[in-house]
């Protein structure tokens, strides 16, 4: 029998993917003989004590520039997406990612010009998913299940994560903008603002063969403060007009 097969091979001292070549077994298989033999090989997250705003940054990251997958196995993987001209901020994010799961993600390669930090874990897709929604495919619908169970902090947190990914922060306009083709997600980020006080403009815009794009602009003095109150961990999205002094009208 296999089983038998799997065990001493365990015992030998080969590894998973060896076993799994010369046997034609999937990879849990082995794993789940692995942790009754050996123990728990791969260490779990664990959910830490998060502050609001960092579970917002969290999840707002991974609504702007993540995605997930399952495999055949059933294996859950979520992955958060990076320009290689973004390592600074990547080593920050995944210095968060640490702190909040306990674990240091994996990193990897994601496509031309892209790597990913990312996990293989249910429990953190489980986790992502009783906050964001989404049907299909996650760009064109994906939003916060309900805006209105969260807190202010996570709001700002929230905010936070969707510039650090897909907004930008224009030096010559003083303007910060947030771009993204779920239209539930464009106005919940205008609601959002409007929460924080933060004068916003919505508009929508088609290119040729292409989804439609929302955009939401935020102006000069309410720039200046709305990137004040989110604190961007990504440097890309600092510029020098955001720690200008607040003048009052």
Same mark, same amino acid.
């Given at each position: 029998?296999?089983?038998?097969?799997?065990?001493?091979?365990?015992?030998?001292?080969?590894?998973?993917?060896?076993?799994?070549?010369?046997?034609?077994?999937?990879?849990?298989?082995?794993? #789940?003989?692995?942790?009754?033999?050996?123990?728990?090989?791969?260490?779990?997250?664990?959910?830490?004590?998060?502050?609001?705003?960092?579970?917002?940054?969290?999840?707002?990251?991974?609504?702007?520039?993540?995605?997930?997958?399952?495999?055949?196995?059933?294996? #859950?993987?979520?992955?958060?997406?990076?320009?290689?001209?973004?390592?600074? #901020?990547?080593?920050?994010?995944?210095? /968060?990612?640490?702190?909040?799961?306990?674990?240091?993600?994996?990193?990897?390669?994601?496509?031309?010009?892209?790597?990913?930090?990312?996990?293989?874990?249910?429990?953190?897709?489980?986790w992502i998913r009783e906050r964001l929604d989404w049907d299909g495919k996650k760009t064109h619908s994906v939003c916060l299940r309900d805006l209105n169970a969260h807190d202010k902090q996570f709001l700002i947190g929230f905010l936070r994560g969707l510039l650090d990914t897909d907004g930008h922060a224009v030096r010559k306009y003083r303007q910060i903008r947030f771009n993204t083709v779920s239209q539930t997600l464009a106005n919940q980020i205008s609601e959002i603002l409007d929460?924080?006080?933060?004068?916003?403009?919505?508009?929508? #815009?088609?290119? /040729?063969?292409?989804?439609?794009?929302?955009?939401?602009?935020?102006?000069?003095?309410?720039?200046?403060? /709305?990137?004040?109150? /989110?604190?961007?961990?990504?440097?890309?999205?600092?510029?020098?007009?955001?720690?200008?002094?607040?003048?009052?009208?």
């Amino acid at each position: 029998m296999k089983t038998a097969a799997i065990c001493s091979a365990i015992r030998e001292g080969k590894s998973i993917n060896q076993i799994s070549k010369e046997l034609d077994v999937y990879k849990s298989t082995i794993y #789940y003989h692995y942790k009754k033999i050996k123990g728990r090989k791969l260490k779990p997250i664990e959910f830490r004590t998060i502050p609001a705003d960092e579970i917002g940054e969290i999840i707002g990251a991974f609504a702007g520039d993540g995605n997930f997958y399952k495999d055949k196995a059933y294996h #859950y993987t979520v992955q958060f997406l990076f320009g290689y001209c973004s390592e600074e #901020y990547a080593r920050r994010f995944e210095q /968060l990612l640490i702190n909040s799961f306990g674990k240091k993600p994996l990193r990897c390669r994601a496509g031309a010009g892209e790597f990913a930090l990312r996990y293989r874990s249910k429990r953190l897709y489980l986790w992502i998913r009783e906050r964001l929604d989404w049907d299909g495919k996650k760009t064109h619908s994906v939003c916060l299940r309900d805006l209105n169970a969260h807190d202010k902090q996570f709001l700002i947190g929230f905010l936070r994560g969707l510039l650090d990914t897909d907004g930008h922060a224009v030096r010559k306009y003083r303007q910060i903008r947030f771009n993204t083709v779920s239209q539930t997600l464009a106005n919940q980020i205008s609601e959002i603002l409007d929460i924080l006080s933060i004068s916003n403009r919505l508009s929508a #815009y088609s290119q /040729l063969g292409k989804a439609k794009i929302y955009e939401i602009r935020v102006n000069r003095t309410d720039a200046v403060i /709305l990137s004040q109150l /989110l604190k961007p961990r990504n440097p890309g999205k600092i510029k020098e007009w955001s720690s200008s002094p607040i003048v009052a009208p």
